[in-house]
């Protein structure tokens, strides 16, 4: 284990550091994340997996993943492979696989014990009743009027309720607690409620299930938790959490709350995410415009983009509104180091170079990335005839401008120095095409023509161009905080989240990428190769641009 610093160490740390010191913890500690498989998991999730099983990592222990399993209604099979395969995304591995519903028994059990002890009765009163009865934060609540049943009514009614003797919502399970209490959790929360739907690992086997506040902290117990970390809205069940484990004299997990992230420009509520998807606004989780890990995966960022945006941003006790560009500059930062530099044309024009042979190619050797540790080469063909972008050439350029202009010289990537000679227009006056002599002693890397010149443009071979397509993504939604848009959000969905441009052409290395692969477009940004992606048509998804444009755009 690595030595521990404590002004390194952030508060759950420093709790974790101090009750290993007083020797509360000999067997090593033991986290879970609790994920329920009501929907793929989005970049906050990511900021507690990794919260969870790096205190792990870092002090020694292990991190269960644990589905939270008790609602069958929205719970699929399919959220819990994408779930697993997240995790693993990351780079994290759980100490074990565990669903809350393979507790099922032992929550009824401790059910059972809670009405036993005159904890917990079963209660006929409607959701609109019991609502009523729980007052207000100001006002204390009233006594439901099953309140004061026997024990052996209620272990009756309650094992009636498991038999599917009842109807959904004719009776629920509550707590028997204050209801006066200022803590409206404690006002005699629910602890099971009737649904009889199928559930996706237990099938028909049950037709009640446990509320998360009775789930949670039991579950928490069996599996013996060390440190339960939830985010700050749970603050306030926490009191509810140990008054279950007290009175049920179990192992006494602890409950600790931090911030959870909010990032700009996005929604972060699963709820929200799938009313994306169900009303095609977006093409599935895996949208790479979603906050999704999987949609940010097929984006193409890195594991370890996301595990340092997680450290960079911290660990808090207030809730604070992330920017989206430093989840962009980690991946840029990830990218520049890893991202073999490509060439690719996005709104071609073609370049003639009169002066060099017609019948001619040449193989160029070309660096992939020169911020690698390991400088490798590729070979790039050349050719009289090449594809630029159309903003390389400018009929009347001004001064400063050091691209190509009838006169202007302008070195190719790799290749050689060219002077631009004539151009050609259609009838409406737009360039098709752009003529150039190049100078046959400069080529790189043996340069003898003592020529200089300060911009350099890519290219594609036109006889060699490999034709594709390119996603260009941008943020979801034009608004920064979409924290208080309510359900109006989707009025907020900015228009140019994706750009889609049908026809690029690319250098015919590309014909062999693998999906997913991270590659710099040089000039134009970083980009993956899609899933969409089929040996006649290759489709990129730009991961993020060079720089920060956004921040530019807002200035204006």
């Known amino acids: ?48 997996i990794c919260l969870n099983f790096g205190l792990a990592q870092r002090f020694g222990g292990g991190t269960n993943l644990r589905f939270d399993d008790t609602n069958p209604v929205t719970e699929e099979t399919e ?119 199928k559930h996706h690992r237990s099938g028909d086997k049950w037709c009640i299930y446990p509320m998360y506040d009775f789930a949670h902290g039991q579950s928490d117990s069996i599996e013996e938790i060390t440190h339960s970390i939830c985010t700050l809205e749970f603050d306030v069940h926490r009191p509810l959490y140990d008054w279950f484990l007290d009175k049920l004299g179990i192992f006494p997990s602890h409950q600790y709350e931090f911030a959870r992230l909010n990032l700009s420009h996005t929604v972060m509520s699963k ?59 980690c991946i840029r930062e990830d990218l520049n180091k890893s991202a073999d530099r490509v060439m690719a044309v996005l709104d071609p024009i073609k370049l003639v170079i009169t002066n060099y042979p017609a019948d001619k190619t040449e193989d160029l050797q070309i660096e992939n990335n020169p911020e690698a540790e390991l400088i490798t080469k590729r070979s790039v063909p050349f050719s009289n005839e090449l594809y630029i972008e159309r903003d390389d050439f400018m009929i009347d350029p001004p001064k400063k401008f050091f691209r190509l202009g009838v006169g202007l010289q302008v070195r190719l990537k790799g290749a050689y ?40 443009i890519h290219w594609v071979s036109v006889a060699h161009a490999v034709e594709a397509e390119v996603r260009n993504f941008d943020r979801l939604l034009i608004v920064e905080d979409a924290s208080e848009l309510g ?22 290395g590309l014909k062999e990428a693998k999906e997913g692969q991270a590659l710099q477009f040089i000039r134009k940004g970083y980009y993956s190769l899609d899933a969409d992606s089929t040996s006649d048509k290759l489709v990129f998804n730009r991961t993020v641009t060079l720089k920060d444009t956004w921040a530019k755009e807002k200035a204006k």
Request: glycine content about 6%.
């Open 1 to 48: 284990m690595e030595e521990l610093k404590p002004k390194s160490l952030n508060f759950l740390e420093e709790i974790v550091q101090e009750g290993i010191a007083s020797g509360k913890y000999p067997q090593g500690i033991l986290t879970r994340f609790p994920p329920e498989p009501n929907g793929y998991l989005h970049i906050g999730h990511a900021k507690s």
């Open 79 to 197: 959220y819990v492979e994408s779930i697993k395969k997240d995790v693993s995304w990351l780079g994290f591995t759980w100490a074990n696989e565990l669903y809350t519903s393979d507790y099922f028994e032992d929550l009824y059990q401790f059910a059972e014990k809670l009405i036993t002890l005159s904890f917990a009765y079963v209660d006929d009163s409607t959701a609109a009743e019991i609502a009523a009865q729980k007052g207000t934060p100001t006002t204390p609540g009233t006594h439901s009027p099953f309140r004061n049943r026997s024990v052996e009514e209620n272990l009756t009614l309650f094992r009636d309720m498991r038999a599917g003797k009842y109807a959904d919502g004719e009776k629920v399970l509550r707590a028997k607690i204050d209801m006066a209490h200022p803590n409206m959790h404690m006002r005699d929360p629910l602890m099971y409620r009737i649904r009889h739907v």
């Open 271 to 329: 709820r929200k995410l799938l009313q994306l998807v169900n009303e095609k606004v977006v093409n599935g989780w895996d949208d790479p415009r979603m906050p999704t890990i999987s949609g940010l995966r097929r984006r193409g960022f890195t594991p370890a983009s996301i595990r340092n945006f997680c450290e960079r941003i911290g660990v808090a006790k207030r809730d604070n509104l992330i920017d989206l560009s430093l989840l962009e500059f």
């Open 417 to 456: 120095i060219v002077t631009c000679t004539d151009f050609k227009t259609d009838a409406e006056g737009n360039v098709t095409e752009v003529h150039a002599e190049y100078i046959p002693e400069s080529k790189s890397g043996q340069d003898t023509s003592g020529v200089s010149v300060k911009g350099t």
């Open 487 to 508: 359900d109006d959000f989707l009025k907020f969905i900015n228009p140019e989240s994706l750009q889609i441009v049908p026809k690029v052409y690319v250098e015919p």
